[in-house]
């Protein structure tokens, strides 16, 4: 009987009687016989509640536990039917399991902890289970809290974005909330009727509650969000914005890189080798903040001033950009006018379309640096969303990227079993 509650104890299965416990030589694992105590039993495993008896279902089952030191363990149980007024003939509930899983609680939750603390490679060699077998862990592990918290909670200033999580242009659009830096609501798709359904979700009072919404200068966003929103200021993020210069001034250094390789190839001598080298080894030196530079990169940019100015004014046009939301308000707004008469006579066509695209997005780009919208939240939720797309590859639906994403970034991070939840504050 002592050993009984032991083995409850240390299998970490409540509400349940442990009938056997054995060694399985077949699949070198312990096997540990239980059924459900009597309260919990004959319950509907979709919704727990109590219903008739229907049949035997697929007899006994087994589901994986955490392992024993290094042995692994097994339950097994009877798993008849019940059935739900509701949900017709259901498999019980078991209250070691969720519903539709082959792992116990204890070992889809500590699952679930490690996704979002370690690498791909340690979860799955450490659980010995396949990446897409993690991916349907989380995927139910993160609806499970998903059931129990409400992410929308006091969203007032909200940014939204679309993200490209695989090759041949698959996107996911975002909503993050500005005040938390959490990631509040994700879905594949990116288009009116994908962002309709968060709005749909969110309901008709809290989205007149919404006060700001930045997003990139995507059309499908606006005209849902001036739909939705009726409150909302539309604001541009700053992060876009200031991609767009990168990606104008990258333009300018791939011409500059051309130009100097066909030199190389009309002379076939030595002096410009050199020149188109550095230019295509600059592009970090360009595309990272000017106090961010390591003493390399610092050299390099001196270089291309002294060599390629029409480069170096690029680049500069970049910097004067990223400037303007630096100093947000009405300096901020001062800066960009002066910017933009800049770029106008700058001579270097991809600047100088990127102004009349600033020009043409001014209303919102005006409103973000009146409002002071904070970007470094966004830009570093972005940044970790878009590693994670990198992690997820393999998985086999975009709901485990989402999954993954919200349990690492949507401020309720999974807890592991037979610990304090980290969620409740002491
Ligand atoms: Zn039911």
Redo the contacts with the bound molecule.
């Keep these: 009987m002592r050993n009984v509650s032991v083995w409850g104890r240390v299998l970490g299965v409540v509400d349940a009687v442990i009938e056997a416990v054995d060694f399985d030589e077949d699949v070198d694992a312990v096997v540990v016989s239980v059924r459900p105590r009597k309260g919990a039993q004959r319950r509907?495993?979709?919704?727990?509640?109590r219903?008739p008896w229907y049949d035997r279902g697929e007899g006994r089952r087994r589901w994986r536990g955490l392992d024993l030191g290094t042995v692994r363990v097994l339950l097994e149980a009877n798993a008849p039917r019940v059935n739900?007024?509701?949900?017709g003939p259901?498999v019980v509930q078991v209250p070691w399991a969720r519903h539709g899983s082959g792992h116990t609680r204890a070992f889809d939750d500590t699952v679930a902890w490690l996704a979002v603390q370690c690498s791909k490679t340690a979860v799955v060699e450490l659980m010995r289970i396949a990446w897409r077998t993690v991916g349907s862990i989380i995927t139910r592990v993160s609806a499970d809290i998903d059931a129990g918290v409400d992410r929308f909670a006091g969203l007032r200033r909200s940014g939204i974005d679309e993200i490209s999580y695989k090759r041949g242009h698959r996107y996911l659009t975002v909503v993050v909330d500005h005040d938390t830096g959490r990631l509040v609501w994700a879905a594949p798709g990116r288009d009116d009727v994908t962002l309709e359904r968060f709005f749909e979700l969110l309901g008709e009072e809290r989205c007149a509650q919404i006060t700001h919404v930045s997003a990139d200068a995507a059309d499908w966003i606006a005209r849902v969000v001036a739909d939705r929103c009726p409150n909302a200021v539309r604001c541009a993020d700053p992060f876009h914005v200031v991609a767009w210069a990168t990606e104008a001034l990258d333009e300018v250094r791939r011409q500059a890189w051309n130009a100097a390789r066909g030199a190389v190839d009309r002379r076939r001598a030595g002096r410009a080798t050199g020149h188109a080298r550095v230019l295509k080894r600059a592009r970090y030196a360009l595309w990272k903040n000017p106090e961010n530079l390591t003493p390399h990169q610092q050299h390099k940019l001196a270089w291309i001033a002294k060599t390629d100015p029409r480069l170096h004014r690029a680049y500069l046009l970049k910097e004067g950009l990223r400037l303007v939301f630096v100093l947000k308000g009405a300096a901020g707004k001062e800066a960009l006018d002066r910017w933009i008469s800049w770029a106008r006579r700058c001579r270097i066509p991809a600047f100088v379309e990127l102004q009349r695209k600033i020009v043409r997005h001014r209303a919102a780009i005006d409103a973000s640096l009146d409002h002071r919208m904070s970007n470094a939240l966004i830009e570093s939720t972005n940044t970790k969303i878009r590693l994670l797309t990198r992690i997820a590859f393999g998985f086999r639906s975009p709901q485990a990227l989402i999954a993954l994403a919200m349990l690492a970034l949507g401020g309720q991070r999974p807890a592991l079993p037979g610990r304090p939840d980290p969620r409740i504050r002491q």
């Excluded at 509907?44 to 509640?49: D, E």
């Excluded at 739900?84 to 949900?87: D, K, M, N, Q, V």
């Design positions: 509907c495993g979709r919704c727990g509640k219903a739900c007024a509701t949900h259901t």
